[in-house]
RNA sequence: GGUGAGGUGGCCGAGUGGUCGAAGGCGCACGCCUGGAAAGUGUGUAUACGGCAACGUAUCGAGGGUUCAAAUCCCUCCCUCACCGCCA
């Protein structure tokens, strides 16, 4: 959520800010309804002050011995109409204040000054290059093919299971799967300073509300059949970031670079509006594994906290000795809540192009204000908003991917990149 | 799922209809005291919105209701704790 009042204080530059994004601000509805918002909040004030007056008054001569009844009289005869038009004001006040929520949740954050111009994925910039793409003397397979080859991944059954987008893996490429949690989550934790956290994967919908995926993105999101409005989570960004919730933390709890957590979870999401993209494979399922890191820091250190936590994913695939390239989102197609995004993508030979393995946010305090996630900030004593960041490390099913296609052998066999051995056992190839 | 007890400020905790945004304590800040510190002592110490300000309004788990007036009474829901049942 932005700040009402430096909408209120410049919203043309706001707008301007926002059409980066391709987000067209209503200034003038938004400027008639604080304007609303606020002549409904002085006269239904004013009533309550009225009454709360009058209320007192009564109390007190009640106190001095008088009827209820005739202190009531004297008081003020009127008091029970002023009762009714409190009813209907404050209740007017409620409803222009809850349209104004609605229309604040649904601006997305402004970009940053670094973010690129530009509508499409094309658009976005690239600033590094990692690795080389390595090359093969013979024909190179896609991840599906190399691992129904090995009898090892099986759509299918998955479909028959649940249905389209799902996958089943077997044996040691399950083993894999599973190793690249432990590995990433051990290099976080040992290396680079993130505590480990483990959370739930329903949500509530004030948690949604807070990192941004409600109210707009409801249609991203598996609802449970339930009447209490949970959610599987899309990521684990969304329980992570939430234990910040309505909470200050003190000056000493953020150390001296915020608070990290690191988490696996699975992630659920709908893919509604994905029809036909990504149909084959692995790389867009409604379920997939992921190793989050979540930072929560001071304002001051929002900016420099990106650029550690894009290195620290970065970390991941350089161990894996795994080509990727480092892309800086354009304003279209940047997130709806983040200020600034680096994608990591991955090389797929199987694809003979990169594609995303990794989203690397900072949100600024647009998170933070939506679910009031603040600290003491002892310069000032007083509670101020924390700015949020968060990033994969890695989307474990799209490392997986990657690994098959860039360590295929000409067998059809899959070595093991050699910092996974640790996690392998003696396993040093698939299929071998 | 059943029964019972609870949810109050950064924390603990009092408050069962009226001058209560809320006693007291802890913590914190500043001062006094001290050679310095501890102890002691004095003062201050929530958030949001509106207002240049004085100040006003709201907030005692959430929502609704009763009343001139609700932290306090009634209803619904959520959560926590204890015991019982069930269960991985």
Redesign the pocket.
Known sequence: ML???AI?QNPEAVAQALEKRGFTLDVDAFEQLDAR??QA??D???L?????????????L???GMS?DD??AQ?NET??K??SR??TLTEEA?QVQAQLEDMLLGIPNIPDEDVPQGSTEADNREVARWGEPGTFDFPVKDHVALGEAIGQLDSDVAAKITGSRFTVMYGELARLHRALIQFMLDIHTREHGYREIYVPYIVNQDSLRGTGQLPKFEEDLFKLRA??DYYLIPTAEVPVTNVARDR?F?DGELGEEGVRFACHTPCFRSEAGSYGKDTRGMIRQHQFEKVELVQLVRPSDSTAALERLTGHAEVILQRLELPYRKVILCGGDIGFSARKTYDLEVWLPGQDTYREISSCSNFGDYQARRM?ARW?NPAT????LLHTLNGSGLAVGRTLVAILENYQQADGTIRIPAALHPYMGDVTHLGG
Request: hydrophobic fraction near 30%.
């Open positions: 700040d009402i009042k209120r918002r606020k909040d002085i239904s004030q004013n309550l002050a009225e009454r709360k007056r009058a209320s007192k008054q009564v109390g007190q009640i106190g001095q209820v202190a009531k008081v008091l029970e002023i009762a409190i009813d409620k009447d209490n200050i003190d009031q003491r004593g007083k509670p101020e």
